[in-house]
């Protein structure tokens, strides 16, 4: 649906390693404009090591990751400097300055990115507050937030700049039912009003069919499958099957490297 | 075989030891890079958190640097008479508590109690940042982190550890004077005119110059070891401790190198 549109993430045969363990075996993938794409897959599948990619955290073996019309892994760093200004991340745990007041957290990317006097920083970051239904909390410290919060707070910081790229790590993890859900609206909503580009990494199946375009299923370092919300609840793949009915991995052991593990040999 | 495994732990370990040298000085020289080119780039190292850095690693020690300082005066004082009586000489220790205070024991008191305070504080904080991905955050918001964190540290130590080394010369001086006249029977107006007789600023500039050396390691080691934190609370706790031996340790081997150069 999406072809004649350029995309704004492209990622090209990525290989990563952590030592000597291979994490990613050749990952591609395209993200459109205005799209939601969320990374789904269980624990272990690669999911968190490749947003940590996609973010420009690591350096990756081989591949390409081009972000918004550049190669990311062949930027210098007043270059990723600039393309950091259109990017916005929430993390897994919020990861606010505890050091900091919320309002200062959001504050932060302004005061970095722009010389705008201090009023109108103030402004901008309580707007982004209003905007995850945070209006009045700026001058509260992190540690005073709940967990609902700190997510939504994170999610006011990655949104500072209005960049046009949004990361997600985890938006439901360790959240009740209704606050993920909440959350899950203003994800929605966000797209809609700032025309952002999202990609949301969770293992939350529900959270990832209500909001998604698109998903992509990762599992042990490989794509399964791309596709619609559609597509992928309608996957014959054993392996997608498994994630949706929470099945048990059967897999079948090699008696050999069994015994190899085992004696160490 | 047990030879070769030994040997085999002594190669590992000094691959480690070296490593981590350059490791820490890849740090400085990120560090000083950012102090000096950062503002061309437009990515500056603030200046108000240089202030921060120095009210609280410098102007909140102040207290406890004086009275540690003027207790090793008070100790120079009793062991140097308890010497010098042997000769019959005790009104000479007053050139042993001046030249040793500010050659030597000013500078090496401040360094530990700054290492204590504050380069366990950095490691500590920095520890925290990076478990809760903080550091993460920084990065993707595109702020270096060594730019952010260490730089500010970096110089503000360098400033404050030789400020404070000069009024620890003070304060022990004046612990080393009061005992003195009291045992001794100098009065205190004679044994400041003694003391300004022996002095010279190569003396004083000694202990100074020893404090600004101690100021880089303990940022530099406070730093490097809460960058490489790992495994939540009790990874912190780890670099903590390990941070606070590391930098008294670089503080008295660097003492020690210093003086046999210097004094020679």
């Known amino acids: 649906m999406n072809t004649d549109r350029e995309p704004v993430i492209r990622v090209r045969d990525l290989v990563t390693h952590y030592g000597e363990r291979q994490i990613l075996k050749g990952v591609s993938l395209d993200v459109y404009s205005g799209e939601i794409m969320v990374i789904m897959g269980g624990s272990g599948s690669g999911k968190s090591t490749f947003l940590r990619f996609l973010l420009g955290l690591h350096v990756p073996t081989s591949g390409s990751i081009e972000l918004l019309g550049q190669d990311i892994t062949q930027l210098d760093s007043q270059e990723m400097y600039a393309l950091r200004k259109k990017m916005g991340v929430s993390f897994q745990g919020g990861a606010l300055f505890n050091s900091m007041t919320v309002g200062e957290n959001v504050q932060l990317p302004l005061r970095e990115h722009t010389d705008l006097d201090d009023a109108t920083i103030e402004i901008m970051s309580r707007l982004k507050l209003e905007l995850v239904n945070l209006g009045g909390f700026d001058k509260l410290m992190p540690a005073q937030l709940s967990g609902g919060m700190v997510k939504r707070a994170a999610l006011a910081r990655a949104i500072a700049m209005d960049p046009r790229l949004l990361f997600f790590d985890e938006p439901s993890a360790g959240l009740d039912p209704v606050v993920s859900a909440e959350l899950d609206e203003l994800i929605l909503k966000l797209r809609d009003a700032l025309n952002m580009t999202i990609v949301v990494v969770t293992h939350e199946l529900d959270s990832a069919f209500k909001i998604a375009d698109r998903i992509t299923v990762l599992d042990q370092g490989d794509i399964l499958l791309v596709g619609t919300v559609e597509e992928v609840r309608n996957s014959d793949n054993s392996r997608v099957q498994d994630l949706l009915n929470r099945r048990p991995r059967d897999e079948t052991i090699d008696p050999d490297a069994y015994m190899a593990r085992l004696t160490n040999a | ?264």
């Open chain 2, 1 to 264: 075989m047990r030879g070769v495994y030994g040997l085999e732990r002594l190669g590992r370990a000094t691959v480690r030891a070296v490593e981590e040298i350059g490791y820490l000085g890849a740090l400085l020289i990120e560090s000083l890079f950012w102090l000096i080119v950062g503002p061309f780039r437009r990515q500056p190292v603030r200046i108000a958190a240089v202030f921060q850095q120095m009210t609280q690693i410098g102007v909140n020690a102040v207290p406890i640097a004086l009275v540690l300082a003027f207790g090793v005066g008070v100790m120079l004082a009793i062991q140097g008479i308890h010497t010098m009586k042997t000769f019959g000489a005790e009104s000479k220790v007053v050139i042993g508590i001046a030249l040793s205070v500010t050659r030597e024991f000013s500078s090496l008191i401040v360094g530990i109690l700054v290492a204590g305070r504050s380069g366990s504080a950095m490691a500590a904080r920095i520890g925290t940042m990076v478990v809760n991905q903080e550091i993460d955050a920084l990065r993707v918001i595109g702020i270096n982190p060594i730019r952010y964190l260490v730089a500010p540290s970096l110089l503000a130590l360098s400033i404050v550890l030789p400020a404070l080394t000069v009024l620890a010369d003070f304060a022990a001086l004046f612990g080393g004077a009061v005992y003195t006249s009291m045992d001794v029977g100098i009065s205190l107006a004679a044994y400041a005119q003694d003391t300004v007789e022996v002095l010279k600023v190569n003396d004083v500039m000694q202990g100074v110059n020893k404090a600004f050396v101690f100021a880089i390691l303990i940022a530099l080691i406070g730093a490097g070891n809460g960058f490489v934190a790992t495994g939540g609370a009790e990874g912190v706790g780890r670099v903590t401790t390990r941070s606070v031996v590391m930098s008294i340790s670089a503080i008295v081997m660097a003492d020690m190198m210093f003086t046999f150069f210097l004094t020679r």
